[in-house]
């Protein structure tokens, strides 16, 4: 290979890189908001159900709510960063942020018990 295609291979690869970093943040925006639905509807079901813990299951779906519209802004973020390490910081938080509404959707879901 001549030093011009080893120069637009890199190029290319750094470019299918920095374009990964929003579509994980999405993806993890996506499963966030899941978690949030999930967890809404275990929040539903105890307070229909007449669970005592009917409150703890809707603060808990409130906080996977809370999350999921953080990974939203983050991956809207990624999206419009203008560098790679921008980028990676915004997916990262997106990510962050999906863990958080899964951890919440399943103590809304115990909650429920």
Same mark, same amino acid.
Do not use: F, V, Y
């Given at each position: 290979?001549?030093?011009?295609?080893?120069?637009?291979?890199?190029?290319?690869?750094?470019?299918?890189?920095?374009?990964?970093?929003?579509?994980?943040?999405?993806? @993890? /925006?996506?499963? %966030?908001?899941? +978690? =949030?639905?999930?967890?809404?509807? !275990? &929040?539903?079901?105890? *307070? $229909?159900?007449? #669970?005592?813990?009917?409150?703890?299951?809707?603060?808990?779906?409130?906080?996977?709510?809370? @999350? /999921?519209?953080? %990974?939203?802004? +983050? =991956?809207?973020?990624?999206?419009? !960063? &203008?560098?790679?390490? *921008? $980028?990676?910081? #915004?997916?990262?938080?997106?990510?962050?942020?999906?863990?958080?509404?899964?951890?919440?959707?399943? /103590?809304?879901?115990?909650?429920?018990?």
């Amino acid at each position: 290979m001549s030093i011009n295609k080893l120069l637009i291979a890199g190029a290319l690869a750094l470019a299918l890189a920095a374009c990964s970093k929003p579509e994980q943040a999405q993806d @993890a /925006a996506a499963s %966030a908001n899941e +978690a =949030a639905a999930d967890a809404q509807t !275990a &929040a539903d079901q105890a *307070a $229909a159900s007449g #669970a005592q813990t009917a409150d703890a299951a809707q603060a808990a779906a409130d906080t996977a709510a809370t @999350a /999921a519209d953080t %990974a939203a802004d +983050a =991956a809207s973020s990624a999206t419009g !960063a &203008a560098t790679d390490a *921008a $980028a990676s910081q #915004a997916a990262d938080a997106a990510k962050a942020a999906e863990g958080t509404a899964e951890q919440a959707k399943d /103590a809304a879901e115990e909650a429920k018990k």
